[in-house]
């Protein structure tokens, strides 16, 4: 079985510009996470969708970050425009349901540099 | 509020030394669940345990051990002769039944370095 895709898995702009993020969950699996991972830190969660409603966004600068689930199954997280703080490794996760005994699966993360 | 403390940043250790990750967690649920993952230089959290409130039978799963005690709010990991391939970075990781939507609070994460 497939594991969680995102794409690409590094990315370097320049402040100011544009950036997109792209993740392919487990197929079968409703629930996707997106998380920020600071140097030396444990991820943060960003936004959580169930199928294509995102239900808890309350994390997300929403002033420069947004995302979509359209079709329930594919997930894009956006930056525009970048800052030099958001510099970090984006993870995508996903899972069966939204139980916490529901383990979350990650992707391998996009690293992106900012300068 | 959930929260999930490894004092450990980084152990550095000889291959075939054991290594233990220490990891202590605070919440008001009754029933939670509690998780390692692993992190190695590639990047992708790797899931290795889940456990609930209700199980504190310790697990062993090759050379990989878990000692849960709810009496310390403590959920420790254990890697017995431990190899290079084990280098990486362990994260501990919990959330509540109560808690809407699955939310997975992380600690800082303990580096562990395999010389050998």
């Known amino acids: 079985e497939a594991g969680v895709v995102q794409s690409p898995r590094y990315k370097i702009i320049e402040k100011k510009q544009p950036v997109a993020f792209w993740c392919n969950p487990i197929s079968g699996h409703n629930t996707l996470y997106w998380y920020l991972q600071n140097l030396g830190q444990g991820p943060e969660l960003l936004i959580r969708y169930e199928n294509e409603e995102a239900v808890d966004d309350s994390q997300l600068p929403k002033d420069r970050f947004s995302a979509e689930r359209l079709k329930g199954v594919d997930s894009t997280l956006k930056i525009q425009p970048a800052e030099l703080g958001d510099s970090a490794v984006y993870l995508c996760?996903?899972?069966?349901?939204?139980?916490?005994?529901?383990?979350?699966?990650f992707g391998p993360g996009t690293r992106l540099l900012v300068l | 509020a959930q929260k999930v403390t490894q004092a450990q940043t980084e152990i550095s250790v000889v291959e075939k030394e054991d290594v233990t990750l220490d990891c202590v967690y605070e919440t008001r649920d009754t029933t939670y669940y509690l998780f390692w993952y692993k992190q190695p230089p590639s990047g992708e959290l790797v899931f290795l345990i889940r456990r609930n409130s209700f199980d504190e039978q310790n697990e062993i799963s090759g050379r990989y051990s878990w000692n849960f005690q709810k009496s310390t709010s403590s959920f420790n990991f254990t890697i017995t002769a431990s190899q290079v391939v084990d280098s990486a970075v362990y994260f501990c990781?919990?959330?509540?039944?109560?808690?809407?939507?699955?939310?997975?609070?992380f600690g800082g994460g303990t580096r562990v370095l395999v010389k050998p």
């Open positions: 990781a919990l959330s509540e039944a109560q808690a809407a939507g699955n939310k997975l609070t």
């Open positions: 996760a996903s899972s069966p349901g939204t139980q916490g005994r529901e383990t979350q699966y």
